[in-house]
Structures are given as C-alpha cells and as structure tokens.
C-alpha cells in the first residue's frame, strides 16, 4: 500500500520544539526527493523543507537556522526538528514525495 504517514505534531509555546516525521512506503520513498509544506487557514502553501535522495537540503528563508530536515534511508522516513518555533509556524505540515503523493499532514501549532 502507498502511503505517507505524518506524526509528531501538537501545542507548543514560543520558543519551544517539535520534531516531525513522516513514514513513507519504499517504493515512494526509495530514490525520491521528499519535501515537507506547509498550510495555514487562509494562507497559501508553503514548502518549509526538501531533502534529496543523497542528502542535499534545501530551506525556506522563514526557516533557516531553526529547522533542520534529515532522513533515514533504511527506515523510510523523513524528519522535520523545528526549534524556536513561533506563532507564524502554526499550520498543518504535510510530507510530499516527488513521485506525487501527500500525506494527509499533521497540526502544528505554536501558542502561549
């Protein structure tokens, strides 16, 4: 079965931190780029953060320094650690192969 699997999100405080992560099966995760988005009501898509197949990284600016996106080859996943997060964070983050599947996404959100 094809499928992406988003975990690890919730309530946070200013500041705080979170790490992400999304369980891909192999044939969609195996030699393919995977980015995690973004989403906010109201607000248009967002790509926070891709990682290629070998390991290059790339980040939106709003991001730059605080989160860090890895993955782990063997185990199909990849991970998203956010620090000093901030009430601009808060969205659903959704994992994205770039064979063309979505996971449906998880909550983050970032609030005193």
């Known amino acids: 079965q094809v499928q992406l699997v988003e975990s690890g999100g919730g309530l946070v405080q200013p500041g705080g931190s979170l790490r992400l992560s999304c369980a891909a099966s192999?044939?969609?995760?195996?030699?393919?780029?995977m980015t995690w988005f973004r989403q906010a009501p109201g607000k248009q898509r967002e790509l926070v953060a891709s990682?290629?197949?070998?390991?290059?990284?790339n980040y939106a600016d709003s991001v730059k320094g605080r989160f860090t996106i890895s993955r782990d080859n063997a185990k199909n996943t990849v991970l998203l650690q956010m620090n000093s997060l901030k009430p601009e964070d808060t969205a659903n983050y959704y994992c994205?192969?770039?064979?063309?599947?979505r996971g449906q996404g998880t909550q983050v959100t970032v609030s005193s």
């Open positions: 994205y192969s770039t064979i063309g599947y």
């Open positions: 192999g044939s969609i995760f195996n030699g393919y780029a």
């Open positions: 990682i290629t197949s070998g390991g290059i990284t």
